[in-house]
């Protein structure tokens, strides 16, 4: 029980710390203006404008929060270096696996936080244009928000090992690949060469299958999901959360500070 009491200090230590960061603000408000003005860009248009509204709203609540979690995330390890707070912080009864895990759930408690201000400004723009909103729309911001806890863990387990440029630079890559893992299996599949689609197949094994989180085109177009398309993620999301906290743990334990 101590163990996860000195865990859930370090997160909200790292909770109070990120609220501070000004980056953050300035990416919120620029997805809070840009989720503003989805109902102006949507009236531009002369057909689907509810679909318009949606699809960029739901939009910038994905990828402003990809952002939040690389450029702000990758930073908060390595301020602790180079600060060298880090010392100090592990000269007390806490361990580098629960320093790291303090860290990552600090994080995705502050995206999740931002993401629900997005959120509520969603909410409120379909309100005001009549947009009607239903548990679809509830289980594509779930999977987002999963989503995001996922870059998360990536930022973390590049921030474990490099500078926060490279962190950032491979999480985005990583995250970019991740949405497009199935068009890389599926290219594969059409290949001649049995070495392309073995490899192919095994680049959609090995990377996150990040599609699998958006039911962006579900929500916007009213098109039917079932409880599959959202409990299956959500133990993959789970799992693979794990995995590369297991992974960033098991190189931060091996870092040499000095």
Same mark, same amino acid.
């Given at each position: 029980?101590?163990?996860?009491?000195?865990?859930?200090?370090?997160?909200?230590?790292?909770?109070?710390?990120?609220?501070?960061?000004?980056?953050?603000?300035?990416?919120?408000?620029?997805?809070?203006?840009?989720?503003?003005?989805?109902?102006?860009?949507?009236?531009?248009?002369?057909?689907?404008?509810?679909?318009?509204?949606?699809?960029?709203?739901?939009?910038?609540?994905?990828?402003?929060?990809?952002?939040?979690?690389?450029?702000?995330?990758?930073?908060?390890?390595?301020?602790?270096?180079?600060?060298?707070?880090?010392?100090?912080?592990?000269?007390?009864?806490?361990?580098?696996?629960?320093?790291?895990?303090?860290?990552?759930?600090?994080?995705?408690?502050?995206?999740?936080?931002?993401?629900?201000?997005?959120?509520?400004?969603?909410?409120?723009?379909?309100?005001?244009?009549?947009?009607?909103?239903?548990?679809?729309?509830?289980?594509?911001?779930?999977?987002?928000?999963?989503?995001?806890?996922?870059?998360?863990?990536? *930022? !973390?387990?590049?921030?474990?090992?490099?500078? +926060?440029? =490279? #962190? $950032? %630079?491979?999480?985005?890559?990583?995250? @970019?690949? &991740?949405?497009?893992?199935?068009?890389?299996?599926?290219?594969?599949?059409?290949?001649?060469?049995?070495?392309?689609?073995? *490899? !192919?197949?095994?680049?959609?094994?090995?990377? +996150?299958? =990040? #599609? $699998? %989180?958006?039911?962006?085109?579900?929500? @916007?177009? &009213?098109?039917?999901?079932?409880?599959?398309?959202?409990?299956?993620?959500?133990?993959?999301?789970?799992?693979?959360?794990?995995?590369?906290?297991?992974?960033?743990i098991a190189i931060f334990e091996r870092r040499d500070f000095?």
């Open positions: 029980m101590s163990r996860l009491r000195r865990i859930w200090t370090l997160a909200v230590n790292t909770l109070r710390e990120a609220i501070r960061n000004k980056l953050l603000y300035t990416l919120l408000f620029f997805a809070l203006l840009l989720i503003g003005s989805a109902s102006l860009l949507a009236s531009l248009s002369y057909v689907e404008r509810e679909r318009i509204l949606q699809d960029i709203a739901l939009a910038a609540v994905r990828l402003f929060g990809v952002a939040i979690a690389i450029f702000v995330g990758v930073g908060l390890i390595h301020k602790e270096v180079d600060r060298r707070t880090v010392y100090t912080i592990l000269s007390k009864p806490l361990s580098r696996a629960e320093f790291l895990l303090g860290k990552y759930l600090g994080l995705v408690l502050t995206l999740w936080l931002q993401m629900a201000i997005m959120v509520i400004a969603f909410g409120a723009t379909s309100l005001a244009t009549g947009v009607a909103l239903g548990p679809t729309h509830a289980a594509a911001l779930l999977l987002t928000g999963v989503e995001l806890a996922l870059v998360v863990a990536i *930022a !973390t387990l590049f921030s474990a090992f490099t500078t +926060p440029l =490279l #962190a $950032s %630079f491979f999480s985005a890559g990583l995250w @970019a690949l &991740g949405h497009l893992s199935r068009e890389l299996r599926d290219l594969g599949l059409h290949a001649e060469l049995g070495a392309v689609k073995a *490899a !192919t197949a095994l680049l959609h094994r090995v990377l +996150p299958d =990040l #599609a $699998s %989180f958006d039911l962006g085109v579900e929500a @916007a177009h &009213g098109l039917p999901i079932t409880a599959s398309d959202v409990w299956l993620p959500l133990v993959y999301g789970a799992g693979y959360v794990a995995i590369l906290l297991c992974c960033a000095r």
